[in-house]
């Protein structure tokens, strides 16, 4: 559902790509030339056009780089009523909506409403310390994993779900991904877990190279509470959330994984849809002389 015409968007980028600036810079001629305002990141400010970037009084927020940089800024407009519109300047870009080559068009399809809000689920990883005290809170849009860092040696996990701690099973493994449905294209699908289509809202539990075949990736329902603990000594253990956020676990602490209480709104253009950026960027469902 199109909303109205944004008059204040924020822009996000990762600098490290050479096409940010000129591709800002394409955004400030083209925003400034509606009555647009403009907010960035202190790293992107280059002239007056642009004030620091303040969430809360976003009406749109846009992401120069790849999926990565789109995870970032969907964590930081989460919590407010910013959708966010991905402009591809990476490789897959996967959960982005617009190439470079399409910037003019999409600009104009923008502010003409010709695009649609696609809410996506989130997860709330939260650390519960040994001692019972809470630790730190962390929104992800595609997933948390709990993972051994350093050497690659396997860690043994106790996955439990509800209130109760209902016994799932114990994962003999390198780790646990719990990845919404947005997710289950990212990690969680290179470890051998499901395609989730992502109106359907669950928790995907998919173990790390797990030491038995008889371990395989698990479907929850949405409203689950899940909570791996590792069994034995864990040193290395660390919570990993969208790849770049997260903390390092201690003996006895434990990771209560649950759905988040906001969603991600992402901005798609209306002949845009999940099956079809599934086959044009993953070249699932074709055949090989299709891909040539």
């Known amino acids: 559902m199109a909303v109205a015409a944004p008059r204040v968007i924020g822009v996000v980028g990762r600098t490290a790509l050479p096409e940010v600036f000129d591709t800002l810079a394409r955004l400030c001629d083209a925003f400034e030339a509606r009555g647009v305002r403009m907010q960035v990141e202190p790293q992107l400010v280059t002239d007056n056009r642009s004030a620091p970037i303040v969430p809360a009084e976003l009406d749109l927020l846009v992401t120069l780089g790849g999926d990565g940089t789109l995870l970032r800024g969907a964590r930081m407009v989460a919590a407010h009523r910013a959708p966010v519109l991905g402009v591809n300047l990476g490789h ?13 068009e999409s600009i104009d399809r923008l502010f003409s409403g010709d695009y649609w809000i696609d809410q996506r689920m989130t997860l709330e990883a939260t650390v519960v ?63 051998g877990g499901p395609i989730i289509v992502p ?30 603990l590792a069994i034995g000594p864990a040193e290395g253990l660390i919570l990993t959330v969208d790849g770049q956020d997260g903390a390092a676990l201690n003996p006895g602490d434990r990771v209560v994984v649950r759905r988040g209480a906001h969603s991600v709104k992402l901005l798609r253009f ?3 849809n999940f099956f079809s950026t599934m086959r044009q960027k993953l070249h699932w469902g074709i055949e090989p002389a299709e891909r040539i």
Request: proline share 6%; glycine share 10%.
């Open 270 to 272: 209306k002949d845009g």
């Open 129 to 191: 310390r040994a001692d019972g005290m809470s630790g730190d809170a962390y929104l992800a849009l595609n997933d948390a994993v709990v993972h051994k860092g350093g050497f690659a040696r396997i860690v043994r996990l106790a996955v439990n779900v509800g209130p109760d701690q209902l016994e799932v099973g114990t994962y003999n493994a390198d780790g646990v991904i719990l990845a919404t449905p947005t997710g289950s294209t990212a990690y969680s699908l290179s470890a």
């Open 199 to 228: 109106a359907v809202d669950c928790i995907v539990a998919t173990p790390i190279c797990p030491h038995t075949l008889a371990v395989r990736p698990i479907v929850f329902p949405a409203d689950a509470i899940i909570t791996v």
């Open 92 to 104: 897959l870009g996967f959960l982005t909506s617009v190439a470079v080559r399409e910037l003019d």
